[in-house]
């Protein structure tokens, strides 16, 4: 067997063979590093058993074997202990190979995914912009207009019980007021100077430790090599604290109640990653991970987007503001969350 195969050890692509079982038989030395799994232990177990997704993946393969597909690729997500299921892209080929008549190629396929969800989030970004400077117009005038006759109206009354309800009028007009210009308006123009992020780091874990003395942990994963990065403080300091805030919060609330939980920190240098359609030498990969309940699902494709939150009572401003501050720094932000572990990540450029 492995004089047969020989050359494909050879290969960069990991590569498996499989039998009409769908067992595997032989793997590639780039098979066992891309699954982090010796060939002794892979041979012998069901391919599909590998995978979280092995439902569809059996009739991928029952099919490749019934009409003798030349090529058929789809994406499947191997199981990890400890770790989030790997996305890969396997293509499935028919051999004429008595024994094994299958043959499996496999690439990771992650940096393909996160670069598409960047682009999604990059267009959602500006759509949404967009609507809001929209919106603001539409809105701003008749609330203006609400606002001052309330005004006028309190003048004429007499009644001192009366006045509470134009007090009512005047008091929302000037919240919605304010919540507009924290949507629409940058509240000052980007500082930039030299920033230790570990300094930002230690400044919302005491903010967040005083806001929330009982219940939750604020625990450091900091990378000391990390360099200094150039970039506006305190804007790094509110998308840092508005991350961690929403954890500690989902932590402490809804079906999590009275259990708490744990925040970490972790700070990691990534290098040669693309940004924001953009190359970079070196980038920051700083992560808030907690061990909640998750992002709800029905609002994980717009957890950006302003105006909406997953808790009741939330402005849903936290997370839009976080994408700007850290566009405004070059960067991206994305999230992978599931019950018990949710990880938001600040991809930020260091060179």
Known sequence: MAAAYAG?????????????????????????????????????????????????LEKVLAEALAVHWSYRAQTVHYERPGHAPMPLSCVVAPIEVPDMPLLIELRPIQEQLRLEREERLIDQQEATRELLRNLAHEIKNPLGGLRGSAQLLEREL????????????????????????????????????????????ERVRSLVQAEFPTGISVMRNYDPSVPDMVGDIEQLIQAVLNVVRNAAQALLSGANAGRGGAIVLRTRTARQ????????????????????????????????????????????????????????????????SRSGRTVFTLLLPLA
Do not use: C, M, W
């Open 8 to 56: 494909l050890d050879l290969l960069a692509t990991a590569v498996v063979a499989l039998d009409g079982g769908h067992t595997v038989r032989y793997a590639n030395q780039a098979a066992e590093n891309l699954l982090s799994t010796g060939a002794r232990t892979l041979i012998g177990q069901r391919f599909p058993a590998l995978f979280t997704d092995n439902a569809g």
């Open 158 to 201: 007499e009644r001192a019980d009366l006045k509470e309800y134009t007090q009512v009028i005047i008091k929302e007009a000037d919240r919605l007021q304010v919540l507009l210009d924290r949507l629409l308006t940058p509240r000052r123009a980007v500082q930039l100077a030299q920033v230790n992020i570990h300094e930002v780091l």
């Open 273 to 336: 990653v693309t940004i924001a359609r953009q190359r970079h030498k070196l980038a920051l990969e700083l992560q808030v991970i907690d061990d909640g309940p998750g992002v709800p699902e029905d609002i994980r494709d717009r957890v950006f987007n302003p105006l909406v939150s997953g808790r009741e009572g939330g402005s849903g401003i936290g997370l839009a503001l976080v994408q700007t501050y850290v566009k405004n720094h070059g960067g991206v932000v994305e999230f992978d």
